[in-house]
């Protein structure tokens, strides 16, 4: 038996279809997650509960989508 470089594992996922690749993708994403940065999901989680927590309370005011993408935009043009 013998064992595939990552080159050749790349090589040959890079081969499969769009949706396979995509399942891949995701399936490694997921191995990603477990163990050790399981910690780390759950550091993230206390953290929206704790922003949604600040919203709720009127503590923070929420900025919708449009305009936060908007001002960043804006932020971006003013470095170059």
């Given at each position: 038996m013998s064992t595939l470089t990552?080159?050749?594992?790349?090589?040959?996922?890079?081969?499969?279809?769009h949706p396979e690749r995509a399942?891949?993708?995701?399936?490694?994403?997921?191995?990603l997650?477990?163990?050790e940065d399981s910690s780390l999901r759950q550091m993230w989680a206390q953290e929206a509960v704790r922003?949604?927590?600040d919203i709720?309370?009127?503590?923070?005011?929420?900025?919708?989508?449009?305009?936060?993408?908007?001002?960043?935009h804006r932020a971006l043009a003013?470095?170059?």
């Amino acid at each position: 038996m013998s064992t595939l470089t990552l080159e050749q594992i790349s090589a040959q996922a890079l081969e499969l279809p769009h949706p396979e690749r995509a399942l891949l993708a995701e399936r490694l994403a997921e191995s990603l997650e477990s163990g050790e940065d399981s910690s780390l999901r759950q550091m993230w989680a206390q953290e929206a509960v704790r922003r949604r927590d600040d919203i709720r309370s009127g503590r923070v005011q929420a900025i919708p989508g449009e305009e936060a993408l908007a001002s960043v935009h804006r932020a971006l043009a003013q470095r170059r």
